[in-house]
């Protein structure tokens, strides 16, 4: 069972307005990703972590950031959400644990954004 | 580079049907294959794996067999359940990046709806 959790899961906000969405894991993970997942289903890279102090953009451009202080929280912003931000995003983790193997993502359940 | 691709949906079955949905890649060496399913308001979970040629993974009563030769990895199911509705995506990791950051490539979902 995946113990990553993300909050808000429903978020409702204006234009303009800085948001944080959070993402928090209790496996230990030293990897961790954000996903942005469109309309139509497909799922985009955004932002990778492979450790403490370690952040890397993804394959999608994204106006959002991301910091990695400590290994369970993976916590992104955006500083002015617009319209165009409006989305579900993803938090993942892989890493070692005991009946891990290195390569599976544990997702959580989401975060599902809309800026009016 | 890498990519996957798989069959358009949405896919409408009766229970108890046969269910195939097709998907194939495109990448270098032997990359390792996932599919992973998300069910209505969740996160997506891993479904079944394969790490090399050959391989078959099973889960749940699905099964997906790695065909290098083909470059496929289509899902199966003998016998589909209202319960598995969800949306089903492909992915996979690039050959050598084993605990070296792990970034999944999915294709684009697909949806399957089982009605009673």
């Known amino acids: 069972e995946a113990d990553i959790y993300q909050t808000p899961r429903y978020l409702v906000i204006g234009t303009g307005k800085k948001i944080t969405l959070e993402c928090s894991q209790t496996?230990?993970?030293?990897?961790m990703y954000w996903y942005q997942q469109d309309p139509g289903m497909e799922l985009h890279l955004i932002h990778y972590?492979?450790?403490?102090?370690?952040?890397e953009k993804g394959d999608l451009s994204s106006e959002s950031t991301v910091s990695r202080i400590r290994t369970e929280h993976f916590p992104l912003t955006l500083e002015s959400a617009r319209p165009s931000h409006t989305s579900q995003y993803l938090c993942?983790?892989?890493?070692?644990?005991?009946?891990?193997?290195?390569?599976?993502?544990?997702f959580g359940p989401g975060t599902r954004l809309l800026v009016l | 580079g890498n990519s996957v691709t798989q069959m358009e949906g949405p896919v409408t079955l009766s229970e108890e049907a046969f269910l195939t949905i097709n998907c194939t890649y495109t990448?270098?060496?032997?990359?390792?294959l996932f599919w992973y399913v998300q069910y209505p308001g969740e996160g997506l979970q891993l479904l079944l794996k394969a790490t090399k040629a050959d391989d078959k993974g099973s889960n749940k009563g699905f099964e997906a067999t790695y065909r290098k030769e083909t470059t496929s990895f289509h899902l199966e199911k003998g016998s589909v359940q209202v319960s598995d509705s969800a949306v089903y995506f492909c992915a996979l990791i690039p050959w050598g990046f084993t605990g070296g950051g792990n970034k999944l490539t999915f294709g684009t979902g697909t949806q399957l709806k089982v009605e009673l």
């Open positions: 972590s492979y450790g403490v102090n370690s952040t």
């Open positions: 496996m230990g993970h030293d990897k």
């Open positions: 990448a270098t060496g032997y990359p390792s």
């Open positions: 993942a983790s892989s890493g070692i644990r005991e009946t891990d193997d290195q390569e599976t993502q544990y």
